[in-house]
């Protein structure tokens, strides 16, 4: 499967934009006993793209809880301090702020999240760039459908199991 700002991204649905959903509870009972349930990763997407929301919501949605899909800097900057979502998937490119400097805000007001730059250049010095900036993870567009869920649990594993 491609990343694409069309085609098999632009299929599916979303939450909406902006809004939050409640994390799911970790244990569950079941007749006396207590069943413990996977975490899900909190996720929130960032693309000034309707269709690349929609898709990404659509691709995550079975393994991630998707906390909130935003379609700018500014708005992502403060919808991500008020939610604190485990991973922010930011592009790099939006017309009101660039990912760069939306992953270098994030990581000041929220320094737990860990942030993944997806973005069509795939340049060596972008990347540089993206890591300088505080992302954990950056991904060209063309690799991150097939990368993008291994990734989120791979971050999140590494900080619930500790240092």
Do not use: N, W
């Amino acid at each position: 499967m491609r990343m694409a700002y069309s085609g098999d991204l632009a299929s599916g649905r979303t939450r909406g934009t902006d809004s939050s959903y409640s994390r799911l509870t970790t244990l569950e009972p079941t007749g006396g006993m207590t069943k413990s349930r996977p975490y899900r990763p909190r996720v929130m997407l960032v693309d000034d793209h309707p269709q690349v929301l929609r898709g990404l919501s659509r691709l995550l949605g079975p393994s991630c809880d998707i906390v909130a899909g935003v379609a700018g800097g500014e708005q992502a900057v403060e919808t991500a301090a008020r939610l604190m979502p485990d991973v922010l998937i930011v592009d790099l490119t939006m017309a009101d702020m660039d990912g760069l400097e939306v992953c270098r805000r994030v990581k000041q007001s929220a320094p737990e999240t860990d942030v993944i730059l997806v973005t069509a250049f795939d340049d060596k010095q972008v990347a540089v760039a993206a890591f300088e900036a505080g992302a954990s993870e950056f991904l060209a567009k063309h690799d991150a459908a097939a990368a993008l869920e291994s990734v989120i649990l791979r971050l999140v594993e590494k900080k619930r199991s500790g240092p």
